[in-house]
């Protein structure tokens, strides 16, 4: 029974134009929400994270906004390069232990090409 | 910058074999972490360990286990591997703290079990 659902295996964009990557979630527990990219043979990097207090995150190219009502998130990536093509995922985590991180829940996952 | 090293990248073993995985962590971070990760699978986790000599099983535990004897290592042991836990591993960790941290990690080594 999956918690985070990354619905969309891949997805491909022309460089320069918008990407987004969607991922929807089924825990009302979840109040952290995390990006990270993975290109082939590397361990994730982390790319962008928010709080569930929050509808809105930006870092430079890369926008998360979280709509809590419709368990929603999504990641904007203003202009798409070449160098973003990876595969995308979502995380989010519940609090479980007081002070300490709750586990990761990952998504499975989407492909991202952008084309020259 | 968080560093986190895993012992390999890539590993041959055969069915039967011990299998032992390295991670080492140099920020001094409480948790760690072990994941596989299969195509179209994403991330799926394997145990964890939120303190030295501490372990909690993840979602997939069964012919592993754990060792953290030392807060910045974390070993995944395979105690006779077999061909279906040919995959990536992938090493986290992450600081205990009053807000949530981001888990970074390892490069990751691809296990191939013949």
């Known amino acids: 029974d999956q918690q985070v659902k990354q619905n969309s295996p891949s997805l491909s964009v022309q460089e320069g134009r918008i990407s987004i990557l969607n991922c929807d979630y089924t825990n009302s527990m979840f109040d952290y929400f995390l990006w990270y990219k993975k290109y082939p043979a590397e361990g994730p990097t982390f790319l962008i994270s928010?709080?569930?207090?929050?509808d809105k995150n930006e870092d430079g190219r890369f926008t998360v906004f979280l709509n809590k009502s419709a368990k929603h998130l999504s990641l904007h990536i203003v202009p798409s390069q070449p160098g973003d093509s990876a595969v995308y995922f979502c995380?989010?985590?519940?609090?479980?232990?007081?002070?300490?991180?709750?586990?990761?829940?990952f998504g499975k996952g989407t492909k991202l090409s952008v084309k020259p | 910058d968080v560093k986190v090293t895993q012992s390999s990248r890539y590993l041959v073993k055969r069915t039967g074999e011990k299998v032992f995985l390295e991670c080492v962590q140099d920020m001094d971070h409480e948790n760690m972490f072990w994941y596989r990760q299969d195509p179209g699978l994403g991330l799926r986790l394997i145990y964890f360990s939120y303190d030295v000599k501490m372990k909690e099983k993840g979602d997939i535990p069964e012919g592993y286990s754990v060792s953290r004897e030392k807060k910045e290592r974390f070993s995944l042991i395979l105690e006779s591997a077999s061909t279906n836990q040919t995959s990536m591993y992938l090493c986290?960790?992450?600081?205990?703290?009053?807000?949530?941290?981001?888990?970074?990690f390892g490069p990751g080594t691809r296990l191939l079990v013949l």
């Open positions: 928010i709080s569930s207090i929050k």
């Open positions: 986290a960790s992450s600081r205990t703290g009053s807000t949530q941290e981001t888990q970074y």
């Open positions: 995380a989010a985590s519940a609090r479980r232990y007081g002070g300490s991180q709750g586990n990761l829940i």
